[in-house]
């Protein structure tokens, strides 16, 4: 089977952490960028996304669509949830409480300007005092290098991904969380993370204001 | 308050704690997440329901960000090895505070369902345990993979639905419209092909799923709203009866169950009052 090739527009959105993930596993890629709205309605046409939504992912002969679908495939298929249904539950949580917080981030720029610093004030409040404090109290309760299994595991990827969002927020954030910096280092260099981490890579940069119109524009909101 | 179901007899204790409010997953400065508030079906006072939620967070227009997210408690119902559970409800802001103060909550979150030595949150992270616990996730990696986006689907439909009752009555109607045409348009001829093409009565793997209990809820909870709903689709009308018919599932449809009814203007209310007062 050749490479899986991703289906979204050239943007982080709901695809990003599947990049992520994917890089982390050691996983080559192509990407198919959606760049018009007729490119979008091509795929639906073609009855090629399930719920005519993108991401979609062309893996292993299946068009997967809904991307915790997609990540959770991923993740089993590479052998990054965990060892047993217990090792998995707590990849879930962690997993879903950084999707959380994710969301909020991810749709931040598409908040209404008048509303924008109130929801900023949310996020650094909900970041500070009910996200990181409660991965920091994980990696200080069993003092391992990894949240779950002492090994890397999914939930390691999904983690660093967002306190660099968080740091792309604010960086003072993270002050306080001595052991989440320390993952986040780790985890970075770790070859295929520090690969992915340098430019030139499949990574993408946060959305500007040109490609907010873009996405717009395409996807029709 | 905690609520035994009758004979229960199982080794396992669910013990779910959830807001009497509706659960909705909201976030805002002073709000706790997920509650859901549900008149008890004989007057009695509130009681909760632990309904799944999806986990997107509305458009930027609806603030305090919101998501909601529900385990409906079929998952529970399913299970042949035991299906009854203990429901724990928070009626006053101050029990929830103590939850969140003792540490019961890993994200200060309802949903929470102690089982297994364990204090689960966070919906899909409940509903994927339970599921795996109960053979209700396929029989290998492709079947999971199709349950898993069956669900997902399955679950931003529900979302809607969730979400409803908490718009101003003028935008209600439109919302009605939105939502019956999303699921009629994009949901239901999705699940009507695949149960036409395979002509089994379940939509992975010839058995019982998680994604079958999924759109079951869904379908009952649109139907409740929209009864119209299934009309164009005779595959999932007649898969919706056989479905019910299920022994476990039967005796949850039926009252006296731990099912909670729909949504009223008085389970609104008082969300508000509890959360955002």
Not at chain 1, 125 to 145: C, I, M, P
Not at chain 1, 161 to 184: H, N, R, T, V, W
Not at chain 2, 13 to 35: E, I
């Amino acid at each position: 089977m050749g490479k899986p090739v991703l289906h979204y527009f050239n943007g982080r959105g709901r695809m990003e952490s599947i990049r992520w993930l994917l890089a982390a596993a050691g996983v080559e890629f192509e990407e198919k960028f959606i760049e018009s709205p007729e490119d979008l309605d091509k795929l639906k046409n073609d009855g090629s996304l399930m719920f005519q939504q993108v991401p979609m992912v062309e893996i292993d002969g299946m068009k997967l669509v809904q991307s915790r679908a997609i990540l959770n495939y991923i993740a089993t298929k590479y052998n990054l949830y965990g060892k047993d249904a217990k090792e998995r539950v707590l990849i879930d949580m962690y997993t879903e409480g950084v999707a959380d917080l994710g969301e909020m981030l991810m749709t931040l720029p598409l908040t209404p300007s008048d509303q924008r610093e109130a929801k900023i004030a949310l996020i650094k409040d909900r970041t500070k005092n009910r996200y990181l404090v409660a991965f920091e109290k994980v990696l200080k309760s069993h003092g391992q290098d990894y949240l779950v299994g002492n090994r890397l595991s999914r939930a390691d990827i999904h983690m660093v991904e967002l306190l660099y969002y968080i740091e792309e927020l604010d960086a003072s954030l993270l002050a306080g969380f001595p052991l989440l910096q320390a993952l986040k280092t780790r985890i970075s260099n770790l070859p295929n993370v520090k690969k992915f981490l340098q430019p030139g890579s499949q990574r993408k940069p946060p959305l500007d204001e040109k490609a907010i119109e873009e996405a717009r524009k395409i996807f029709r909101f | 308050m905690c609520f035994h179901s009758p004979g229960s007899s199982s080794s396992a204790r669910v013990t779910v704690a959830v807001f009497p409010g509706l659960f909705s997953g909201w976030d805002s400065g002073s709000a706790l997440a997920h509650c859901q508030l549900k008149k008890d079906s004989s007057g009695a006072g509130l009681c909760p329901v632990p309904l799944f939620l999806g986990s997107k967070s509305l458009s930027p227009a609806h603030t305090p960000s919101n998501r909601g997210h529900g385990p409906p408690t079929y998952p529970e119902a399913c299970g042949n090895i035991w299906n009854s559970f203990d429901e724990e409800f928070l009626e006053t802001q101050e029990q929830l505070k103590k939850l969140q103060e003792e540490g019961h909550l890993m994200f200060q979150q309802v949903p929470m369902v102690e089982m297994d030595g364990m204090k689960l949150v966070q919906t899909r992270c409940i509903l994927h345990y339970i599921a795996d616990k109960h053979h209700l996730f396929g029989k290998n990696l492709k079947e999971r993979t199709m349950i898993d986006m069956y669900v997902e689907g399955t679950l931003d439909l529900l979302e809607t639905l969730i979400m409803h009752p908490f718009l101003k009555p003028a935008d209600q109607k439109k919302d009605l419209v939105a939502m019956a045409h999303k699921a009629i348009a994009l949901y239901f001829p999705v699940f009507e092909k695949v149960l036409r093409c395979s002509g089994e009565n379940f939509l992975v793997g010839n058995q019982l799923s998680l994604a079958d209990v999924i759109l079951l809820q869904t379908i009952l909870a649109m139907e409740e709203r929209i009864p119209t709903v299934l009309s164009a689709f005779p595959y999932l009308q007649d898969y919706t009866s056989r479905l019910s018919e299920i022994p476990t599932i039967k005796r949850f449809l039926e009252p006296g169950s731990k099912k909670k009814p729909p949504p009223d203007e008085q389970y609104v209310k008082t969300v508000y009052e509890v959360f955002l007062s």
